[in-house]
């Protein structure tokens, strides 16, 4: 690892499982599915198959928002799971995303890192998801804007999303870190030309896949720690 604090202009935030916890999406499929059935099981699969629909998209040069894969990835692991769900308890169900569970850390810090940096959210998620998200987690007054893999129809990690944030921003991609708690997501920003900052918010250990990230931290005030902010 070797962040360079003093090469950083703009910060970039992924999304899900960085600001908020997609794990507590479970707490739907709890409400909405029968006591008998894995829920947590269920909540894994949905999420690894919605992360490897975009993951094909990219190579198949296809596309459809983050939302309708969410969809098709949550019928996929009910019908694995033998689960029937009529299509108004799945719509139920993945309104989920537009209310998850915000990390403790997030509103405090990020308003650290503010104070001394323009902040963006670069996510997989489309529009509409990444408006509810900045709602709900209180981050509008810190937040510059959102950018979304919706706009250029590609998804990370491919460098073609990395790289529109560094326009969009205004800022040489170099003079950028990008934060994530996807290890993937880190691996393309790092790819693209940021500093990849991954957030281990569970203790977990690195995947170790093509390097390491340029920075680890345990939540958004250990990189404001690191910044000096």
């Given at each position: 690892?070797?962040f ?6 703009t910060?970039?935030f ?23 059935v ?6 894994n699969?949905?999420?690894?198959h ?18 309708e ?14 689960v029937?769900a009529?299509?108004g ?5 993945l ?22 940096y323009?902040?963006y959210i670069?996510?997989n ?15 509008g ?17 491919d ?11 205004g ?6 870190a ?14 693209a ?8 918010r ?28």
């Amino acid at each position: 690892m070797s962040f360079d604090p003093g090469r950083v202009e703009t910060l970039t935030f992924d999304s899900y499982s960085t600001v908020v916890d997609v794990d507590s999406a479970e707490s739907a499929l709890d409400e909405h599915l029968p006591e008998d059935v894995p829920t947590e099981q269920l909540s894994n699969l949905w999420r690894a198959h919605s992360i490897m629909y975009t993951l094909v998209a990219n190579h198949l040069d296809t596309y459809d928002t983050f939302y309708e894969y969410n969809r098709q990835a949550l019928t996929h692991a009910l019908e694995t799971f033998g689960v029937e769900a009529p299509e108004g308890i799945r719509d139920e169900i993945l309104a989920v995303y537009m209310d998850l569970d915000v990390f403790t850390d997030v509103e405090d810090g990020m308003a650290r890192l503010a104070d001394e940096y323009e902040v963006y959210i670069v996510s997989n998620g489309d529009p509409a998801m990444l408006d509810a998200m900045v709602q709900v987690a209180d981050i509008g007054d810190y937040v510059e804007d959102t950018i979304s893999a919706d706009e250029v129809e590609t998804y990370k990690p491919d460098a073609t999303l990395y790289e529109h944030a560094a326009e969009r921003a205004g800022t040489d991609i170099e003079r950028m870190a990008h934060t994530s708690a996807g290890w993937f997501d880190v691996q393309g920003a790092s790819h693209a030309g940021m500093q990849g900052v991954w957030v281990n918010r569970d203790d977990g250990p690195w995947v170790h896949f093509d390097g390491e990230p340029d920075l680890e931290v345990g939540d958004f005030h250990g990189l404001a720690d690191e910044l000096g902010v």
